[in-house]
Nanobody
Framework: QVQLVESGGGLVQTGGSLRLSCAAS????????LGWFRQAPGKGREFVAA????????YYADSVKGRFTISRDNVKNTVYLQMNSLKPEDTAVYYC????????????????WGQGTQVTVSS
């Protein structure tokens, strides 16, 4: 079992930055692929970024490529999402997720989810 707790969300102006953190419990954290997803009001859950268990390979949605960076610290059992040049369309609840079988852009295949953290970007 892996329990995930996100933090770092908030209100920021267009062009600003935030860093989300997701702290995980569980002795096998280092063996899980991790992803960030987001869900805006009235929309489905959308892939944002993912990182392999080693942290060596990362994947991004086209909408955030070049602005967001995913990273992980397997000693601290934490995954991060650095978000720069934020836009109003980035407003959503952001979720981290863990998967035992490798990274994926599909939210349906992730095994564990956090409760989410709200990110609001004002124009």
């Amino acid at each position: 079992q892996v329990q995930l707790v996100e933090s770092g969300g908030g209100l920021v102006q267009t062009g600003g930055s935030l860093r989300l953190s997701c702290a995980a419990s569980g002795r096998t954290f280092g063996s899980y692929a991790l992803g960030w997803f987001r869900q805006a009001p009235g929309k489905g859950r959308e892939f944002v970024a993912a990182v392999t268990w080693s942290g060596g390979i990362t994947y991004y949605a086209d909408s955030v490529k070049g602005r967001f960076t995913i990273s992980r610290d397997n000693v601290k059992n934490t995954v991060y999402l650095q978000m720069n040049s934020l836009k109003p369309e980035d407003t959503a609840v952001y979720y981290c997720a863990a998967r035992a079988s490798g990274t994926s852009r599909s939210s349906e295949v992730y095994d564990f989810w956090g409760q989410g953290t709200q990110v609001t970007v004002s124009s």
